[in-house]
């Protein structure tokens, strides 16, 4: 039997190397969407219902007062005042998923994904902060990002 060169074992690695991060980029790329509970699956859709009508007011009052929204290439925006102007011509298809949660007391956290279709592949990863007010988790901080750079980034 003949040894392999030194060449086609490095080239080996490196084909192995490259399926292994190919294959972990895949997974990182594609989580795996979750069922969170109840309570905090009413802030996803009620940010989804919201967005999809073009309703800042209502997209707004998902906030605390106090709350921050970061979005990609533009500067923090703090209030729920404020974040109800920035919103003003938002709106559109979206359909966001839970990746992971947590609860603790009356803090938590919702990581995800959004996207136009619910068939399609997540464009975006979205970080929601949350505090429970009065009863009612609400969020007090959103920060996304697309997956991909758009054309104006």
Same mark, same amino acid.
């Given at each position: 039997?003949?040894?392999?060169?030194?060449?086609?074992?490095?080239?080996l690695?490196?084909?192995?190397?490259?399926s292994?991060?190919?294959?972990?980029a895949?997974a990182?790329?594609?989580?795996?969407?979750?069922?969170?509970?109840?309570?905090?699956?009413?802030?996803?859709?009620?940010?989804? +219902?919201?967005w999809?009508?073009?309703?800042? +007011?209502?997209l707004?009052?998902? &906030? @605390?007062?106090?709350?921050?929204i970061?979005?990609?290439?533009?500067?923090i925006?703090?209030?729920?005042s404020?974040?109800?102007?920035?919103y003003?011509?938002?709106g559109g298809?979206l359909?966001?998923?839970?990746y992971?949660?947590s /609860?603790?007391? @009356?803090?938590?956290?919702?990581?995800g994904?959004?996207?136009g279709?619910?068939s399609?592949?997540?464009?975006?990863? &979205?970080?929601?902060?949350?505090?429970?007010?009065?009863?009612?988790?609400? /969020? +007090?901080a959103?920060?996304?990002?697309?997956?991909?750079p758009?054309?104006?980034?």
């Amino acid at each position: 039997m003949e040894k392999p060169s030194n060449l086609k074992c490095l080239l080996l690695i490196g084909l192995l190397n490259l399926s292994v991060t190919v294959s972990n980029a895949a997974a990182q790329e594609n989580p795996q969407a979750i069922d969170s509970p109840k309570e905090l699956e009413r802030v996803l859709r009620d940010y989804e +219902t919201h967005w999809q009508n073009s309703n800042a +007011t209502q997209l707004a009052n998902l &906030f @605390t007062e106090d709350a921050y929204i970061l979005r990609p290439n533009k500067p923090i925006t703090k209030g729920r005042s404020n974040i109800e102007e920035a919103y003003q011509n938002a709106g559109g298809r979206l359909v966001l998923e839970a990746y992971d949660y947590s /609860i603790d007391g @009356t803090t938590g956290y919702i990581i995800g994904g959004y996207k136009g279709h619910e068939s399609l592949p997540a464009m975006g990863k &979205f970080i929601l902060t949350l505090r429970k007010e009065e009863g009612k988790w609400m /969020i +007090t901080a959103d920060m996304d990002n697309r997956n991909e750079p758009g054309k104006n980034e």
